[in-house]
């Protein structure tokens, strides 16, 4: 058996030592996505910046009741609570009584009542906490991007196929016109076969390095870090009080995957989507040229496609023989027979009027997510979506990490050729936490 090769059982969600207490709250696989008899109870976990939008689209939805709340930030927690309550004080829906907050998910995912959780939390948590949900029954929407490592992109995979889950990745991009249109234009073979792909996003992750701070009370730090490697408290990791801005833990690579894993989730997303790899990936990884450079990595794609990651540039730029499509969020471009088109209307009417490969069309990410769970069809982000988009993107970073070329197979999710490391494609979980 190729040891490099990922091919992940199904394991207990382990609750040993300090996850022993809460053992009872952890329900077996089975349970209804929701209530035949009423709305779908929601449970929101992390409770940041993010999470906030999230809460406030949930909250305006007649057919979810948002039942619980977790962060283990108290502030976040309570600030959170109160709103959700507010909310419903002045517009209480069916089946709501109250809302819960926790500080450990645990809590959360083994309420009965609860069908779906909204994962919100750093990405050093979204897969440990995503396969617990799924193994305990709920449906999931989960912020992107969906892992940390490759590894956890494939026990994603797993949980939510064999617990017969919904999943949505948070790449609401897939959910936006112009980059459904762009990808379009692509499959349909309007600029000729796409040879070379662009996407500008900022660089790899960098190892933590930030001093000491005293922590303020009300932060439980030990939780925060859940599966991480142990590291001082620093409040750029996890701010005190009420904050309006994005944290910078995606910087580091103990929390993260720098932008490369933060809006190259997005970006790398919508190219593999216009290449129609969605079940795939690439073959070949090249490194950048220069050491300690932060952008110039490419991934090559069995048909010869190169996708180059750049400093700057319109967000998804794809180049062929016959033209030039470049899209960014609320704008698009096409270049072709010595004329620009910059608007969708103009660009669809003239080139996708019959088109013979038609996408999956979603204008509202969160309602398609709400949609599927009662269809229980996929989602148009599902979990193989997600998974596939991140590991590109890890891909990316083992260039900048380790500065070598490797070759990939994208169906094993393994290193091929003799290349590559296995140990690039997991990392130790601290403690009792495990997949």
């Given at each position: 058996?190729?040891?490099?090769?990922?091919?992940?059982?199904?394991?207990?969600?382990?609750?040993?030592?300090?996850?022993?207490?809460?053992?009872?709250?952890?329900?077996?696989?089975?349970?209804?996505?929701?209530?035949?008899?009423?709305?779908?109870?929601?449970?929101?976990?992390?409770?940041?910046?993010?999470?906030?939008?999230?809460?406030?689209?949930?909250?305006?939805?007649?057919?979810?009741?948002?039942?619980?709340v977790c962060d283990v930030d108290t502030n976040?927690?309570?600030?959170?609570?109160?709103?959700?309550?507010?909310?419903?004080?002045?517009?209480?829906?069916?089946?709501?009584?109250?809302?819960?907050?926790?500080?450990?998910?645990?809590?959360?995912?083994?309420?009965?009542?609860?069908?779906?959780?909204?994962?919100?939390?750093?990405?050093?948590?979204?897969?440990?906490?995503?396969?617990?949900?799924?193994?305990?029954?709920?449906?999931?929407?989960?912020?992107?991007?969906?892992?940390?490592?490759?590894?956890?992109?494939?026990?994603?995979?797993?949980?939510?196929?064999?617990?017969?889950?919904?999943?949505?990745?948070?790449?609401?991009?897939?959910?936006?016109?112009?980059f459904r249109v762009a990808c379009e234009l692509?499959?349909?073979?309007?600029?000729?076969?796409?040879?070379?792909?662009?996407?500008?996003?900022?660089?790899?992750?960098?190892?933590?390095?930030?001093?000491?701070?005293?922590?303020?009370?009300?932060?439980?730090?030990?939780?925060?870090?859940?599966?991480?490697?142990?590291?001082?408290?620093?409040?750029?990791?996890?701010?005190?009080?009420?904050?309006?801005?994005?944290?910078?833990?995606?910087?580091?690579?103990?929390?993260?995957?720098?932008?490369?894993?933060?809006?190259?989730?997005?970006?790398?997303?919508?190219?593999?989507?216009?290449?129609?790899?969605?079940?795939?990936?690439?073959?070949?990884?090249?490194?950048?040229?220069?050491?300690?450079?932060?952008?110039?990595?490419?991934?090559?794609?069995?048909?010869?496609?190169?996708?180059?990651?750049?400093?700057?540039?319109?967000?998804?730029?794809?180049?062929?023989?016959?033209?030039?499509?470049?899209?960014?969020?609320?704008?698009?471009?096409?270049?072709?027979?010595?004329?620009?088109?910059?608007?969708?209307?103009?660009?669809?009417?003239?080139?996708?009027?019959?088109?013979?490969?038609?996408?999956?069309?979603?204008?509202?990410?969160?309602?398609?997510?709400?949609?599927?769970?009662?269809?229980?069809?996929?989602?148009?982000?599902?979990?193989?979506?997600?998974?596939?988009?991140?590991?590109?993107?890890?891909?990316?970073?083992?260039?900048?990490?380790?500065?070598?070329?490797?070759?990939?197979?994208?169906?094993?999710?393994?290193?091929?050729?003799?290349?590559g490391n296995p140990e690039w494609l997991s990392?130790?979980?601290?403690?009792?936490?495990?997949?």
């Amino acid at each position: 058996m190729n040891p490099s090769a990922i091919t992940l059982p199904r394991r207990r969600f382990l609750r040993t030592g300090a996850a022993a207490a809460l053992a009872p709250f952890i329900l077996p696989s089975g349970l209804r996505a929701a209530s035949s008899d009423g709305p779908i109870g929601v449970g929101f976990i992390g409770m940041g910046k993010q999470s906030g939008g999230l809460l406030g689209n949930f909250l305006g939805r007649k057919e979810v009741v948002v039942r619980a709340v977790c962060d283990v930030d108290t502030n976040r927690r309570e600030a959170a609570l109160k709103r959700v309550r507010d909310h419903y004080a002045t517009d209480k829906p069916a089946g709501w009584k109250d809302c819960e907050a926790y500080n450990d998910f645990r809590k959360i995912i083994g309420r009965d009542d609860i069908h779906a959780v909204v994962i919100a939390t750093p990405d050093h948590w979204h897969a440990v906490i995503a396969v617990a949900a799924a193994k305990a029954g709920k449906d999931i929407y989960c912020e992107k991007p969906l892992t940390q490592t490759v590894r956890e992109a494939v026990a994603i995979i797993d949980a939510v196929r064999s617990n017969k889950r919904v999943l949505q990745t948070g790449s609401q991009q897939r959910s936006s016109r112009e980059f459904r249109v762009a990808c379009e234009l692509v499959r349909n073979g309007v600029i000729g076969k796409v040879s070379r792909i662009e996407t500008a996003f900022g660089g790899p992750g960098v190892p933590y390095d930030l001093p000491e701070e005293k922590m303020e009370p009300g932060l439980d730090w030990d939780l925060w870090l859940g599966p991480a490697p142990e590291v001082v408290y620093n409040s750029v990791l996890s701010p005190r009080g009420l904050h309006d801005h994005f944290p910078m833990w995606r910087k580091y690579r103990e929390f993260g995957g720098g932008m490369v894993t933060d809006w190259g989730a997005h970006h790398v997303d919508i190219a593999q989507w216009a290449l129609d790899q969605d079940q795939g990936g690439p073959t070949r990884v090249i490194p950048p040229d220069g050491e300690n450079a932060t952008h110039g990595a490419k991934l090559i794609y069995a048909d010869g496609t190169e996708l180059q990651h750049v400093n700057s540039g319109p967000g998804v730029s794809f180049y062929g023989p016959d033209g030039e499509v470049h899209v960014a969020r609320g704008k698009i471009e096409i270049k072709k027979d010595g004329k620009s088109i910059k608007e969708l209307d103009p660009i669809e009417s003239e080139y996708l009027k019959d088109p013979k490969v038609k996408l999956p069309r979603s204008t509202d990410h969160i309602g398609d997510f709400i949609s599927s769970i009662a269809s229980r069809k996929p989602p148009i982000a599902n979990a193989e979506v997600g998974a596939r988009s991140v590991i590109a993107c890890h891909l990316l970073n083992f260039a900048y990490y380790h500065g070598q070329e490797f070759q990939w197979n994208p169906g094993e999710n393994t290193f091929a050729g003799g290349t590559g490391n296995p140990e690039w494609l997991s990392r130790p979980m601290r403690g009792d936490w495990s997949l």
